[in-house]
């Protein structure tokens, strides 16, 4: 492997047009030498700024020193020189699946089998990440708010009834409280409903808390549900008004889907 | 099961919508003189009478203090324990005067019960049909009104 | 009405689209004092929001996100806008819908920092 690097390292300095920078550059990747690996590439898109296969390997190398979000504009960059680069659909879907937003992940991973399907690699992964979703819809309903920051602990989609349908609210102490919100959330409704009428409000739209340790907001996207986000104090109202403008869509969009 | 009881059937929806917007646990509403007219949530004849006659003396001596002091009649009296909290007020109804007592929990508050009870007061007076002026509940006639209106009130 | 509360609550009524502002004892849902447009049922703003917010709280425990400081009530008439003061009483402010709710939330925080 040494001398491999050493031929290739021979041959670009004899040629710096020469396009072996990229096997130069993967190689170093390999034997985990990532600076080196950084610095060849970034010398070959000096050179070739429009060659789609230097940019994903660029992409690659960011991954490695774990900077997803640098690698995903790069690899969205390599879409626009070439939207059928199957590196970059291969790295896009990786970098999505990582992030827990499987559907993203299956688009890319799609292209990427369409733009070679010999490749087995990709259609291995393709078949591994379609296997992980597969299991999930079969365990447990698709989660409304699957990509959304903070789905996990913090959005709680529940039904007139005060039970719960989507997302989870966890405290800080990492106690699941999503049941005991449920619970609480008609009380609190009711009597927004009563005081909105009795003081001539009209009718409730959403109401907003700030507490000592975090802010959360209510709204009802539909007649028979009610929607929860909760974050903490450093995501003002502002932000937490479109948050929850955003899961509302998509709560709206789950519960249609859930319908007969 | 409904745990509300009434001799007239007009007092019972302002009395229902009273207990529920209120978070009433017991309310029962009765004359000056102790008379039951209606009663919630009360499950044993002995405790409505208890309470009748215990609310009615406090309206009783509390008007005594009033005039002593020369201040128009108290209208609410609200005290608040620890788990209990209790209203006793009086309203004007065109059958004459009549007294509210209702007891609440830690779920409602000397302001929820206040509010619905000038509520209940106006649906009382708005539903109450006009008759002629009661007539002076006398001594020897208030045990025996006291236990027609109690078995009216338990369907005894 | 007090002087000194007087004071207080004017500087919450004087922004504009406010109808009228009060303090209320939390758990009593009674008023303490209060400066109110006429049609405003004072009696009726203290009472429901002391237990609005009884109930807003027990959400945000529930939650973990602590005790309530600021509360706002959007509706399609009006808005409902609540500090705690932190000393068992709440300023309360109630407005129209249009309301500069940012510029009353920092009057009624200057107003719960007097009252406590």
């Known amino acids: 492997m040494a001398d491999d690097v050493r031929s290739m390292t021979a041959e670009l300095v004899r040629d710096p047009t020469s396009l072996v920078f990229l096997r130069l550059g993967e190689v170093l990747r390999a034997e985990g030498q990532v600076d080196a690996a950084r610095?060849?590439?970034?010398?070959?898109?000096?050179?070739?700024?429009?060659?789609?296969?230097?940019?994903d390997l660029y992409a690659r190398i960011l991954v490695d020193a774990s900077e997803l979000d640098y690698a995903q504009r790069v690899w969205e960059s390599v879409l626009q020189i070439d939207p059928r680069h199957q590196g970059a659909h291969k790295g896009l879907g990786f970098l999505h699946y990582s992030r827990g937003d499987l559907d993203t992940a299956l688009d890319h991973l799609e292209l990427a089998v369409a733009a070679d399907p010999t490749n087995q690699n990709v259609v291995q992964a393709l078949q591994a990440v379609r296997d992980v979703a597969d299991s999930l819809t079969a365990e447990e309903p698709v989660d409304a708010f699957a990509g959304f920051e903070g789905q996990d602990r913090g959005i709680l989609l529940v039904d007139s009834q005060g039970r719960a349908l989507a997302g989870r609210v966890m405290t800080g102490e990492g106690h699941d409280g999503t049941?005991?919100?449920?619970?609480?959330?008609?009380?609190?409704?009711?009597?927004?409903?009563?005081?909105?009428?009795?003081?001539?409000?009209?009718?409730w739209q959403w109401l907003v808390v700030e507490g000592t340790d975090g802010n959360a907001h209510l709204t009802a996207p539909s007649g028979d549900s009610l929607l929860f986000v909760v974050r903490g104090r450093d995501v003002p109202a502002g932000r937490l008004a479109l948050l929850a403008d955003h899961a509302g869509d998509a709560a709206r969009t789950w519960l249609a889907a859930q319908r007969p | 099961m409904t745990r509300m009881y009434a001799v007239d059937p007009w007092v019972e929806k302002p009395l229902e919508a009273f207990v529920v917007e209120a978070g009433a646990?017991?309310?029962?509403?009765?004359?000056?003189?102790?008379?039951v007219i209606a009663q919630y949530g009360f499950t044993r004849a002995v405790d409505v009478m208890a309470a009748a006659a215990l609310g009615a003396a406090i309206v009783a001596s509390t008007g005594e203090i009033a005039k002593l002091l020369d201040e128009p009649t108290f209208s609410v009296l609200n005290h608040q324990g620890k788990r209990h909290g209790i209203l006793l007020a009086g309203f004007d109804t065109p059958r004459g005067r009549m007294?509210?007592?209702?007891?609440?929990?830690?779920?409602?508050?000397?302001g929820l019960v206040q509010l619905f009870f000038e509520e209940f007061s106006r649906?009382?007076?708005?539903?109450?049909?006009?008759?002629e002026a009661p007539k002076q509940v006398l001594a020897a006639d208030?045990?025996?009104?006291?236990?027609?209106?109690?078995?009216?009130?338990?369907?005894? | 009405m007090s002087?000194?509360?007087?004071?207080?609550?004017?500087?919450?009524?004087?922004?504009?689209?406010?109808?009228?502002?009060?303090?209320?004892?939390?758990?009593?849902?009674?008023?303490?004092?209060?400066?109110?447009?006429?049609?405003?049922?004072?009696?009726?703003v203290a009472a429901l929001t002391s237990s609005v917010t009884k109930?807003?709280?027990?959400?945000?425990?529930?939650?973990?996100i602590g005790r309530l400081q600021f509360l706002h009530l959007q509706a399609s008439n009006g808005v409902l806008l609540v500090v705690a003061t932190g000393s068992e009483t709440l300023v309360v402010a109630i407005a129209e819908p249009s309301v500069n709710v940012g510029l009353v939330r920092l009057e009624l925080i200057r107003a719960a920092e007097a009252v406590k």
């Open chain 1, 39 to 55: 610095k060849v590439a970034l010398t070959g898109l000096e050179r070739n700024p429009n060659l789609a296969d230097a940019h």
């Open chain 2, 25 to 35: 646990r017991l309310a029962l509403l009765m004359t000056p003189a102790g008379q």
């Open chain 2, 142 to 156: 208030f045990e025996r009104e006291l236990n027609e209106s109690l078995s009216a009130l338990f369907r005894t």
């Open chain 1, 179 to 203: 049941d005991a919100v449920a619970a609480h959330l008609v009380g609190v409704t009711q009597e927004m409903v009563r005081t909105a009428r009795m003081l001539k409000l009209g009718d």
């Open chain 2, 99 to 110: 007294v509210c007592l209702a007891v609440y929990g830690p779920d409602s508050t000397p």
């Open chain 3, 3 to 44: 002087d000194r509360f007087k004071g207080i609550l004017d500087a919450i009524t004087r922004v504009r689209g406010v109808r009228g502002a009060m303090i209320v004892v939390w758990q009593d849902g009674l008023i303490v004092s209060d400066s109110l447009m006429e049609g405003v049922r004072g009696n009726a």
């Open chain 3, 55 to 64: 109930y807003a709280e027990s959400v945000m425990l529930a939650s973990g």
């Open chain 2, 123 to 131: 649906d009382v007076r708005d539903a109450c049909p006009e008759t």
